[in-house]
């Protein structure tokens, strides 16, 4: 049988039926956006339209179609480096109140990479990206844009470095946390 070398980062899947798989997503050895191997965001927002899972011992496997996801939430001992690398575009970040369409809410914190002139949080949520990172404490959920009902803005803008509000708006990436400025 053909093989193509992956790793594989545990997460669980929550569909738009309900459902909670528990497994291990197939990421690439190496990403073509960064140093380190491809993360999970990255294969969530890449061009496949299916998601192999791996979902037990030894070969039971799973393919879902990313499109029927909810969320995608990553094991808490996943580095966030195997989950997103901001790649020095986080411009700033919004704490925030999603609703989904499935009545969950979900409160955290949106990391943005934008061009200062579409630095908004609708810019960001109408980008086209069909996943994207939420921080809450202890944790990080991959949110499907489609997902979302309603997101209320919590706060101004964030610096990563200091948790207060930028004057301008805007945190750059280099007041990252050092845990988030590390490209794995």
Known sequence: MFRVPKCCVPVKLY????????GSVFV??????????????????????????DVGQGAAREIVQKRHLLKVTPSAEVPLAQVFVPEGRVTRQEEVSLSLTNGTALHGRIWMGLPHDQARLSDFLNGGEDFFPLLIPGGIHLVRTESVLKVLPRDPAISPTTGLPHASGRGGAEDAPDSLRRAG
């Open 15 to 22: 569909g738009f039926d309900g459902s909670v798989t528990r």
């Open 28 to 53: 690439d050895p190496a990403s073509p956006r960064h140093e380190g191997t491809q993360t999970v965001l990255e294969k969530l927002n890449g061009p496949e339209n299916f998601l192999v899972v």
